[in-house]
């Protein structure tokens, strides 16, 4: 029986690509994101004096006055950001009140806002609230790649009108901070069920 030279060629081929390979310090990495481990829901109180609202946050997160508004200074001294260090992220708060703007404006100009990731979402979906307190207000839920995954605004309609909107300090992917805003729309709703004005 005659062996081709070819086969004898391949077959020596073969035997050095496999030493070759047993030498490298490749690595095989799986496809995935990190494991997150999240703390437990717990929660405080924002009662701070001189606030025209009140409010539950979660343990782990900080509450601190936003004091710049796109370089200039915020409309008013209680606007606030509730920081979540250990996600990067943080829930910008803006709060008006309705007797110096007109109601319907402010209503428009959040749904403007939200509106304005309709070139990065895949969908939007906006729902109607009602607060054991007695308020109303919408929910946005953005789809896709879009810098804020999670909005809201709620107001009495009569004096008073908050909007909150979720950001990371990451470049927006829905796979990987998917499951990190599930974990913080828990917090946000029990922020907004627990919204109260002081007068």
Known sequence: MRISSVAV????????????????????????????????????????????????????????????????????????????PRFNGKIYMSYKEIGQNDFNKLVNDAFNMTYKHTSKASEIRDSLMHTPAGLTGVFFDVGGNAATAKQFFISDSVKHFLRGALYFDATPNEDSLGIVNDFLQTDMNHLI?????KN
């Open 193 to 197: 069920n627990t919204l109260q004005w």
């Open 9 to 84: 060629l391949s077959c020596m081929l073969w035997m050095v690509m496999a030493t070759i390979s047993c030498n490298s310090d490749y690595t095989v990495r799986k496809k995935g994101y990190f494991r997150i481990d999240f703390p437990k829901h717990e929660y405080q109180q924002f009662n701070r004096p001189g606030y025209p609202y009140t409010f539950e946050y979660p343990i782990y997160a900080r509450v601190v006055q936003d004091t710049s508004f796109f370089e200039a200074k915020p409309e008013n001294p209680y606007w606030i950001n509730i920081e979540f």
